[in-house]
């Protein structure tokens, strides 16, 4: 009996309130992963400071350290910030809808003009496609490329004014039976008076529906001086974020929202016209603390499972040990749990890559059969699995060396993306340490 006392009180000891020491440590960690990310450093100060007031004496929850607590407020205040999941296109009652995107030259303006066609098209809207970009040479080609390529129409008048083009456009629109007409404008290399006044003529003109400002996410700290000055001067509805395909934490996300406070609409994830998502602030959040869900799969974990198994497993994630051997260990700690779809999104390395109808279950168990037909050692170094091997454990498994292939593969890209985050421990940035 007394033995378990002596357990309830040296939980409780772990309860009480964060005070301004841990919260301090923690925020150290927490400003070098955002200025890591490019997010701009006045947008870091800001943050952090506003976090830290808000995380002191705040209760630590029985599962946490102070630490994981304090990086837990700081996800959930990045999310807020970035705002909800479900931002769209503001459809008027009549038609059409006037989309105007804004942006720098080079941002994605008019690959993301065919991308926003195509998903529109999806929604059994018929966009037109406007040319208002005269100035650079064959830009006018390029959007009836991209356009053609997305089956939609694109206007054009040529080099004529573009406050005339835009308005042309909107009567065609009109007259043709197109319920959005999206306007892919000029930009220059840096934000000038005369590409301003041209875009709050259009503006002034054909009152859009939406403004959407094109960003590139790779423009880490110029982002905050792009995203104002087109702000100030067009009120902007929204964002699109582009080139999240690139290795850029994403940084520029939260300097954007921090000086606009207008919602990222949409994520550019690719060159192609299908590379398009809704944005999704939990995952961006995820992606700017460079984390991927580690923390929360840790846990939930361990809420539902042995202690001591994930106790070893966080260590060895923490040591960059994770093989094949825990990664099937972690299979059937998920059988036991119920919801594969939650959890397998918070693996990392697979954390943001699965969409939710992509998960099969019977993928997951193939996946179990493949690991189960390969020795220890195979699993703890799956680099001494050659052609024959990879026979003989596909033969065991009932399946093909392609899906061996393919697991070994998908398994180097998580082991990858694990020694990214550096949770190695080593000089790289170190979070701090799991329970
Ligand atoms: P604009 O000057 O703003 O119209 O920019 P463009 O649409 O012409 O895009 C500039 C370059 O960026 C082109 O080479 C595009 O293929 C590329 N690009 C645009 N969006 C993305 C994206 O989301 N990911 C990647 N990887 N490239 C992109
Ligand atoms: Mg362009």
Known sequence: LSDKLGKVFSKLKNHGKLNEKDVKEAMREVKMALLEADVSFPVVKDFVAKVSERAVGSEVMNSLTPAQQVIDIVHDELIQLMGTDTARIDFPSKPPCVIMMCGLQGAGKTTHTAKLAKYLKKQNRRPLLVACDIYRPAAIDQLKVVGASVDAHVFEMGQTNPVKIAKESIKYAKDNGFDVVILDTAGRLHIDEDLMKELKDIKAEVQPNEILLVVDSMTGQDAVNVAKSFNDMLDITGVILTKLDGDTRGGAALSVLSVTGKPIKFAGVGEKTDDLEQFHPNRMADRILGMGDVLSLIEKAKINV?????????????????????????????????????????????????????????????????????????????????????????????????????????????????KQMGLKGGKKRKFPKFP
Do not use: C, H, W
């Open 306 to 418: 042995d202690e001591k198994e994930q106790e070893k497993l966080a260590k060895r994630l923490q040591e960059n040990k994770f093989d094949m051997n825990d990664l099937y260990a972690q299979f059937e700690q998920i059988e036991k749990m119920g919801s594969i779809s939650s959890l397998i999104k918070m693996i990392p390395g697979v954390a943001g890559k699965v969409k939710e109808e992509d998960i099969d279950e019977r993928r997951m168990y193939r996946t179990k059969a493949i690991i189960s037909s390969m020795t220890k050692k195979e699993r703890e170094k799956p680099s001494i699995i050659d052609a024959k091997r990879k026979r003989r454990i596909a033969a065991g498994s009932g399946t093909k060396v392609e899906d061996v292939n393919q697991l070994l593969k998908q398994f180097d890209g998580m082991q990858k993306m694990m």
